[in-house]
């Protein structure tokens, strides 16, 4: 038999998330997802076998989303300042269009959800997750400068184009971000970018 189709649903992960918002991760359970989305509670474990199963999964499938959109805003251009720039604008209308996924990115750790006790396939796919961020950020340094960035100029652009967006839209999740601090993060973006060293 296969697994049920109702935990893929986008409205199940959101409806995790807006638990975990309310409830936070210790008072949340699986006897609470299945009163408070109606779901039969059989349906539940017959997918995932605990709630930090749930939440793992949950979060990887959130990180994987979004480091999708992020590899193809920052890959898939022949300009890789201007796809910097379209990936920074797109960090922040990621956690515009998907603000209960945003939440959980940006306030939760994977700490806060037990990520010691997660099963050794949701770690390894953790793992991966991680590798899979750095081959992007590889990829398009290599499109960026024929030499090897260093940490320090690597780090600084991951300031712009992720850690800036992501601050600045968090305050707004749940709303629609002004258009203003998309002029921002785009000013921004070009200006401290020809201020950074290549190597």
Known sequence: ?????????????????????KHGFGNFSMQLVAKELKIPIGSLYHRYPSKIEMVADLWLSIIQDFQNKFEASLLDKTDPILAGKEAALQVAHWMEKEPEFAYLLSSVRKEDLN?????????SIEKRAKIQLQRIWIRWSNQLTNDRLSEESLFLFKTLIVDIPVNISKPFIGKKIPSYLYSFIESTYQHHFSKLNLS
């Open 115 to 123: 990520y010691n006790e997660w099963p050794t396939k949701y770690k």
């Open 1 to 21: 038999m296969g697994r049920p189709k109702l935990v893929q649903t986008e409205d199940l992960q959101k409806g995790l998330c807006i638990l975990l918002k």
